[in-house]
């Protein structure tokens, strides 16, 4: 099977500029995203990965360097087609799960819907559908602060697939839950990747947590510091 | 998708109520204001252009120059005579005129003696003209008529014994200027002690006693029915100009249609109308900078759920556009509350108006109805736009990173 990458960064830089002071938080990385895997990006606080998964999700300009979507460079694209971009490629995972409060389950899925112009009564359909495969069918119009956790974070894995994106990115999508749940969100990604075949890019500083992936990449100081294929997972999807 | 988006504003509001009433108060002032005082404005000036036409719409009025509604012309200026009022009568589409005096007499009943205003009113056919436009009524015995002479009606203080020490009875017996007259009816209350004390008796007894056989105080026409009172009243110029031999602008008479009284109370009107709604003005002005810190406020409250919206695919015009529609309905909330209040006053002005026997309707005008709500969502949504650009250029990185 030919790879295909879903998207390509060359010697990527991100430099913050602090008064007189600069952070290297990103010195010079290159690395694939192929289409159908799941990759893990580890390393301690600070070390970049957030920064990292800005930059694959395109919710930020690289300082230096090349990141290419779709064949594109996204340096060169304006700020409105790229979230263009980033609603239909991309979807994101944080750890604070960040859901509108005001809105209902149903109405958080159906958001990114929203900027895609997609009629309301086929964001219902398909938010419900959504909501029913994370198990959470019977709380599809209860609101934020009703749901626990755990829910929480299904409602927003459910957002993150609500335009179909080619991947998902995850930022510590366990770190503010209890193991056992934090394990249920696990497998629920581990689901999608093995069940439906999706592009999962994980972000984490937990080691137990990289069993899940078929690469995982070890990012130090802002560079990779090696990438180690998990042999034991890494047919299982081909 | 702006339907949506109006859905989030309610939503947003439905979340901070308090906050949302507080900053559409003076939204709520200023639209009530508005819609209150010209609801009453029009409504006022509707009933007095309707009272002033019932009552001498097809009027006019010729009197010494600077006499206008006082009495007495001043010294130096020329009199009108009865072959003036000839003139007035002949001039083109004038239908029919009559001319009065009044002065101040010396009255004497019993062994009181004082001073009121007296009135001679014509008796033959020009007397309607002015028991039209007059809008006292009898109340005791009768009006005066044709063929009486000595006779005389008398205001409502002098029958209720406040103006001589005894009340003034009907066929009671009073002397002007030494000539008895027979008192055969009293007047209703008119409201102002002057006219209230006033005696009315036949315009030939008033030449008589006052010894006056030429001069009018006050000439009254009625135009023909076809004709503009005020094309009338240039003809009547015309006409005194030349018979009294004046000069143009230089006239030594007014002629004035009640057309014209109207003009200048509408003027007057509208000055004051205008500086009420500027006032309101100012007042929605400090709404819409209210509407603006609130908005600036819930923009800073916000941006992580700004950053979230970004990354899941909302352009900037999309963050941009959902602002202004918020605040352009925290503008139209605070409309429509104020028009609510606004429309309650008038009503309330109309109900105490109409128990004090007042008749008058306010006019809550479709124009003005819509027009505040247009004006208090677009108020609203220019307040926005700067708290709204400011949103929607937020880096979605750092507002996601925002606590
Ligand atoms: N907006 C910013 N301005 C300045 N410096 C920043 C900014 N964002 C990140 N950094 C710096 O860049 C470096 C990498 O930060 P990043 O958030 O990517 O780390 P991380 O690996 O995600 O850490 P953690 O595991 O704690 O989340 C850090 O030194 C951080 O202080
Ligand atoms: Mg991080």
Redesign the interface.
Known sequence: MKKKAVISLRKVWKIYKMGSATVNALRGVTLDVWQGEFVAIIGPSGSGKSTLM?LV?A??KPSRGHIFLDGKDISLME??DL??I???KIG?I?QQF?L????SATGNVG??M????IP?AKRVERATELLNSVNLGERLNHKPNELSGGQQQRVAIA?AL??EPEMLLADEPTGNLDSKTGGEIMSMLEDLHTKKGRTIVLVTHDIHLVKHAERVIYLKDGQIEKVVKNHKRGHKHA | MIKDYVYFAFLNFSARKLRTFLTVLGIIIGIAAVVGLISIGEGLQETINEQFRALGGDKLIVTPKGGGFAIGAPSGSADLTKDDLDVVRKSRGMDKAGGMIFKLGQVTYGDERKTPFVSGIPQDETKDIFSDIQTFSIVEGRDLMDGDKYSAVVGILLYEGEYFDKSVKIRDRLTIEGQEFKVVGVLGRIGNPQDDSQILIPLEAAREIFDEPEKLDFIMGQVRPGFTPSDVADSVTRDLRKFRDVDEDEEDFDVQTFEQILETFSDIFSVVQAILIGIAAISLLVGGIGIMNTMYTSVLQRTNEIGLMKSIGARNSDIALLFVIESGFLGLAGGIIGLIIGASMGLLVEFGASQVGLPFNTHLSFTLLVGSLLFSFVTGAVAGVAPAISASKLKPVEALRYE
């Open positions: 800005n999700g919710l930020d700020e409105s979230a263009q980033r609603g239909q994101f944080f960040n509108l409060p005001a809105l958001l990114p929203i900027f895609q112009g309301e957002r609500a335009n």
